[in-house]
């Protein structure tokens, strides 16, 4: 009877925590309505194995103590041990400090209660064996789903994170625009000295670099925090899966500054930043050049879409991410690059790729450009890693990068440059 107590309180404060996060502390400008799929799903599945624990056999109550209590403890951990940290604490950090105990206790509970319920009559060989294959089976089912599941609740959760220094080399103004669907997105700004201007993808980070680069040379550059991150309003996505919404609204904001002349507006965008230009150019004639370096996969979709056999030894993986995206993010994923940069043309795309570079990315940045209307171009540089071109080779980064939007933007060509 101890036992069972303890069981159903550690799920009543998992319960408790996922309540509190869905509904009576989402993220800002986000209504607790938007998170009915993903809070009832988790509720019902809590509710379900609670009244089913009685009739349960020992192991197969050890078998689902383990995997909630590793999804508490992750879950819980993202809100009261790194936003806390980072933000102080706030929201559900306290119950999701109650979900990171009730997931530990869960899983000294499933060890208890699976030590207590070993078979010990078998002789010893058999006993070990079958003991070895059941580890073996449950580390397989681990690194399958149970790990793939909690990292896609760490890619919707944990990312909000702090804003970085500036160091633009050029002064900037701190901006804000708001999105087609609400939300405030915070970012930065440096004024346009040739009429044209570049948006610099993802976030206010490693943007920073190719954002200095263009703005050395004249170009207006837009720097900005996703939704969910920084000082933006929303859910993080670490896929950008709403980053296309997010992208328009910047080009709208630049397209009301008086020092960018309309119809001079592209992008720049390192590993998902360059995924989601890429989907934003197909949605809008608005952003008339993009430059996509390290752009790879966002979900299974364009996982089982990369040519050749690799691909089968990451889509297991990718498709259950994609899964828990899907129900932690409470939308379904973007459509498959490779069908959408076809409809960019006649606008031009550059297409960056490193030798080192991730499998994916090296199998998907040749099939997007392949798909890809002229103009195109496409820039392998052996020895990079991912989104690493510009670390080995900075001078020819600049110049490929430059060059590329003043054709591209329409900037008049100066007869004396300088690449650093």
């Known amino acids: 009877m101890t036992e069972q107590r303890i069981v159903m309180t550690a799920l009543a404060l998992i319960g408790l925590y996922v309540a509190d996060d869905n509904f009576v502390h989402p993220e800002r400008g986000v209504p607790a309505s938007a998170h009915l799929a993903s809070g009832g799903a988790l509720l019902g599945t809590l509710a379900l194995f609670a009244l089913a624990y009685r009739r349960l056999r020992p192991g197969w109550k050890a078998s689902f103590m383990l995997p909630v209590g590793l999804l508490a403890i992750v879950a819980g951990a993202s809100d009261s041990v790194y936003h806390a940290s980072a933000e102080g604490v706030s929201g559900d950090d306290l119950t999701g400090f109650m979900a990171l105990l009730a997931g530990v206790t869960l899983l000294a509970m499933s060890a208890a209660v699976a030590w207590r319920s070993r078979r010990v009559g078998d002789a010893p060989l058999r006993r070990y064996v079958r003991r070895a294959a059941r580890t073996a089976v449950a580390a397989f089912a681990g690194y399958i789903v149970l790990f793939p599941w909690a990292l896609s609740y760490l890619f919707t959760h944990a990312a909000r994170g702090s804003v970085p220094a500036p160091r633009l080399g050029a ?31 993802p976030g206010r980070g ?106 089968w030894g990451d889509v297991p993986t990718s498709a259950v991410i994609t899964a828990g ?55 392998f540089v052996r020895g990079a890693a991912h ?34």
Do not use: C
């Open 171 to 201: 002064r900037y103004e701190s901006i804000a625009f708001r999105t087609s669907d609400g939300l405030s997105l915070k970012g930065w700004y440096v004024p346009s000295k040739n009429g044209a201007a570049v948006i610099s993808a």
């Open 206 to 311: 490693g943007s920073q670099r190719p954002a200095r680069m263009l703005i050395r040379h004249g170009f207006g550059v837009l720097l900005f925090d996703r939704r969910g991150e920084g000082e933006s309003d929303g859910e993080p996505n670490e896929f950008g899966w709403s980053s296309n919404v997010d992208l328009k609204a910047a080009i709208a904001y630049l397209q009301t500054r008086s020092d960018v002349h309309r119809g001079r507006i592209g992008g720049i965008g390192l590993s998902v930043g360059g995924e989601t230009l890429l989907q934003t150019a197909a949605e809008t004639a608005a952003l008339k050049a993009v430059v996509a370096d390290g752009a790879g996969a966002r979900s299974v979709r364009e996982e089982v879409a990369r040519p050749g056999g690799k691909k």
């Open 325 to 379: 995206t899907m129900l932690f993010a409470n939308r379904e994923p973007p459509p498959n690059l490779t069908g959408l940069v076809g409809r960019i043309a006649p606008r031009p795309l550059l297409f960056i790729y490193g030798e080192l570079d991730q499998d994916n990315v090296r199998d998907l940045e040749p099939a997007y450009f392949r798909a890809a209307g002229e103009p195109k171009a496409i820039w």
């Open 387 to 420: 989104t690493g071109a510009v670390d080995l080779r900075p001078r020819e980064y600049e110049r490929r990068i430059v060059v590329f939007f003043d054709r591209a933007l329409g900037v008049p060509e100066r007869k004396e440059r300088t690449w650093r």
